[in-house]
């Protein structure tokens, strides 16, 4: 079975980077669509981004344009670089995976993942 390890969290303050990596295990990357999503304050679960199985990458569109989601099919890894990072970007990021491919327009709902991480902390402070 698959398992995703996620690390690269912490704090910043507003307009920092941080870049959040996660490790596949189990089983080879290539082979599954994955994103992340986080889970703020209030709890609501947010698709962040997502990368298809072929490559094309999907956005939340409060973070076009400051986050790049990218996959290393030989590390095994999804990354996902954050920069101008801003407060309300805080929470908890968890990285997703399935071994399909999923419809453009439904790719950041995490409940279209059937594997997820157990999460990394992001906080950014003003």
């Known amino acids: 079975a698959q398992q995703l390890m996620e690390s690269g969290g912490g704090s910043v303050q507003s307009g920092g980077s941080l870049r959040l990596s996660c490790l596949v295990s189990g089983d080879t990357a290539s082979g599954y669509s994955m994103g992340w999503f986080r889970q703020g304050p209030d709890n609501e679960r947010e698709g962040v981004a997502a990368?298809?199985?072929?490559?094309?990458?999907t956005y939340l569109d409060s973070v076009k344009g400051r986050f790049t989601l990218s996959k290393d099919n030989a590390k095994n890894t999804l990354y996902l670089q954050m920069n101008s990072l801003k407060p309300e970007d805080t929470g908890m990021y968890y990285c997703?995976?399935?071994?399909?491919?999923?419809?453009?327009?439904?790719?950041?709902?995490?409940?279209?993942?059937?594997?997820w991480g157990q999460g990394t902390q992001v906080t950014v402070s003003s």
């Open positions: 997703m995976a399935a071994r399909t491919s999923i419809d453009t327009w439904r790719t950041l709902r995490p409940s279209m993942y059937n594997y």
């Open positions: 990368i298809a199985t072929g490559g094309s990458t």
